[in-house]
């Protein structure tokens, strides 16, 4: 944590390079088989003692809500009510991560909230309690607590397994995110109902393990996302992003999470961001980042 008027907090995005839904379950959640990898695309987080006993959250983007609705602000308020905190806290969020991308932007928040009150609060709860902590705020959100660069999810997306292997693993991507919002519990119902599912050629550990021996160029003929057909039937512009990453010569491009933002995998960081400056001069709507694993 760098100081300057109050700890800054660096809150990455995550791609699903493979996201496979199993099953629906009781608790109308899905059960999924998912690779994560956390990208350098991040938020920044400060905070400041309020002496009130208030959480109050400071935020320009006029995406993100200021009450008690944001997720910052439930991580905040859930730590106080766990362990009957009377202090307040000023939370301030400076926002790159598109909203309602399918980047995991507010678990990752939410995420930073429990991991930097836990140290600026001194309560020294281990990286387990605040697991179970981050996975009552959002399926994505344990995920960002393990620290990693890649991780294995299980479960709804909770149950997460670090793949120490693919540590040395750098990967670059052009992100692009065509500036409408998609509402993941709306995909994951049509999912239920959808009649175009599309199955994977390979399973995430051939992924995993192709990723682990050869790099990239091999593994990533296994990338596959379930929710890519769904959140396309209702967007058809997922598709247009798509083609136009195509176009360029990219040949693995896929859909992140339950979208709309859509990734292609590059041979270099200068490569995406030749790339992404040529999709910033054609499509004035889009918004394109160039980005690595971090
Ligand atoms: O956990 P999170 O708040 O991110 O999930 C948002 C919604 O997405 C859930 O309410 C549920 O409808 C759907 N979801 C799901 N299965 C998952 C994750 C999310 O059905 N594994």
Known sequence: MRQS???????????NLYLQV????????HDLSTLFARISLADTL????????????????????????NLCYRAAALLKQEYKLCRGIEIGLKKLIPVGAG???????????????????????PATRLEKLGARLGSDVPFFIHNAKFALGRGRGDKIKKLGSLDKLKLWFVLVYPNFKVSTPLIYQKFDSFS???????DVKMLISELSKKGKAAGAGCFFNSLEAVTVSLYPAVNQVKKALFG???DKVMMSGSGPAVFGLCDSGRQARELKNQLLKKHKFWQAFAVSTV
């Open 196 to 202: 175009g599912l599309t199955m994977p050629r390979g």
């Open 5 to 15: 008027g109050g700890p800054h907090i660096q809150s990455f995005a995550k791609l």
């Open 248 to 250: 360029m010569g990219l």
């Open 103 to 125: 980047l995991g932007g507010g678990s990752s928040n939410a995420a930073s909230v429990l991991m930097g009150l836990n140290k600026f609060w001194n309560l020294n709860l």
């Open 46 to 69: 400060t905070f400041k003692e309020r002496q009130d006993g208030l959480i109050k959250i400071k935020c320009a983007s006029p995406d993100v809500p200021d009450n008690e609705t």
């Open 22 to 29: 199993l099953n629906k379950r009781k608790d109308n959640y």
